[in-house]
Structure formats: C-alpha cells, structure tokens
C-alpha cells in the first residue's frame, strides 16, 4: 500500500537553532499538506501545496517557518530558530488533487522536541 | 466558522463493552464532509471514515458503526464489543467542499482495558 514517507521520525534540537523536516507524498498525489500536532490536540493546517505552488499559507508563522515544494514532488518544512513552543508532532499528507477527499493519506509524522 | 468538537476528553472501558465517541460539528456550508481518524501511539493517523453531507446513511463496518444526524450536527462513533487494540486517541474531523483545510476535533482518548 503507498505510503506517504516522512523523515527524522524524531528530532530533539535547542532552542534558536534550524531543523528541517521532509516529506514524500504518494506518488502522483498533486496536493500536499503539512500539519502540526501540539500534544493533546488535534492536527491544525501549515501549509498546503498544489503541485509546487502554495495555496493556503495562512496558518504558518512566516517569520520562522517556511515550506517548500519545488519540483511538486518532496517537500521540506523548515523552522528557524526554533522555540520552546515549536515542540510538536508534524504531520505530511497528500491527496491526488485539491478537493478530492479520496486518498487524503496521512504520514507518521516527525516528532519535534526543542530543549 | 468551521469547528469540531468532542467533548469525552477521555473514556475508559472494560474490554468487549461497546463505547460511543461523540462528535459535533459546526459549519454554514451545505456541502462538507465529516471523517473519524485513529491516532494509535506511533503517531500516525489512520483513516476511518468519510461521509459527505448528502449522505446520511449510518454505516457499519466490523465492530465500528457510524450514526450521521444533521438536524443535530452530530456524527458519533461506536465501537462494539471493544477491544485492547481499540485503544488510541479518535479524531474527528471537517472540511468544506471548496477547501481542504481539515479541521479536528480536541480528540477522544480512548482506553479498553483487559
């Protein structure tokens, strides 16, 4: 079954330092998402991608997070620096296209932990 | 606005109990659709269920059944004759026709003990 791969699995850094997270959609799947999961709450929208332009930034903390998706295949979602409060599960998903709700197929997330 | 709520914090039951996860949405579209996610503890969210808004029909699938009311905005979750391995936090979740941004709820967690 095709997966949607997400790479460290866990990361610890220091505050004020830059961490960077990967994703692998399934393959074909034109829209991706990254979420963030702070403990005990449900996932909440970054940043969503179609092909390799941003739809829908509007939840993303410009001044320290970026996101890209320049070939409209991988993505890499970046903090710098990172803060105490970044401490976080981050979560990639895909689908085949915008609006199809068919396939919307989560990854295992990459476990962020700021000292 | 769009939200979700689910109230239940936390359930615990006996193993082969049923249990009900409760869900309420909120939403001025007439188009949208519901999920319920399981988040076991390696993290990753498993798909459930999709339910369009047209679509009212419960739905049984196994051990886990669906009850959708709209003249309640309610979507609940039932698990019957529970097992251990149902135990994980349960997500239910909401988007718009024309926009994809997924909206969860706090999450249930959910503890079957033996």
């Known amino acids: 079954e095709a997966e949607v791969a997400q790479s460290p699995r866990y990361k610890i850094t220091e505050k004020s330092q830059a961490v960077a997270f990967w994703c692998d959609p399934i393959s074909g799947h034109a829209t991706l998402y990254w979420y963030r999961q702070i403990l005990g709450q449900g996932p909440e929208l970054l940043v969503q991608?179609?092909?390799?332009?941003?739809?829908?930034d509007s939840q993303l903390p410009k001044d320290r997070f970026s996101a890209e998706r320049l070939k409209g295949v991988d993505s890499t979602l970046k903090i710098q620096p990172a803060e105490l409060g970044d401490s976080a599960m981050y979560l990639c998903?895909?689908?085949?296209?915008?609006?199809?709700?068919?396939?919307?197929?989560f990854g295992s997330g990459t476990r962020l932990t700021v000292v | 606005a769009q939200k979700v709520t689910q109230a239940q914090t936390e359930i615990s039951v006996v193993e082969k109990e049923d249990v009900t996860l409760d869900c309420v949405y909120e939403t001025r579209d007439t188009t949208y659709y519901l999920f319920w996610y399981k988040q076991p503890p390696s993290g990753e969210l498993v798909f459930l269920i999709r339910r369009n808004s047209f679509d009212e029909q419960n739905e049984i699938s196994g051990r886990y059944s669906w009850n959708f009311q709209k003249s309640t905005s309610s979507f609940n979750f039932t698990i019957t004759a529970s097992q251990v391995v149902d135990s994980a936090v349960y997500f239910c979740a909401l988007t718009m026709y024309n926009n994809n941004d997924m909206r969860f709820g706090a999450g249930t967690r959910l503890t079957v003990k033996p």
């Open positions: 998903a895909s689908s085949p296209k915008s609006r199809d709700r068919d396939g919307y197929t």
């Open positions: 991608f179609q092909d390799e332009s941003v739809v829908d």
